[in-house]
């Protein structure tokens, strides 16, 4: 069981009350980094043909999640989507991935 850490929201409200702003954006891209990890798991399962049908349903949560964010939440959420400049996907692993589901 992976160890429950402190909640990434609390670890930057920390980081901007204690004046240390390049602590704040590195546990923000710490967090994206994270859960876009994660979500890439959840991806790797499904077929390279499926893709599109991928795409639409994160579209569709996150517009489905979006809508219960207060417009504190949105603001924050805006400005990392903002000044997130790349989000890499290791397209190699997940057509390795898919091979072995093949055969």
Known sequence: MAEKMMPYALRMTLAVLANKPDDARSISAECVTTMTKELMGVVSRYDLMDFPFMVAALRL??????????????????????????????ASELKRQAKEEEE
């Not at 417009?71 to 989000?87: M, P, R, S």
Request: glycine share 6%; aromatic share 0%; net charge negative.
């Open 61 to 90: 949560t996150a517009t489905s999640l979006e809508s219960l964010l207060d417009e504190h939440g949105k603001g924050i959420a805006d400005n990392i989507v903002a000044n997130t400049t790349c989000i890499t996907i290791d």
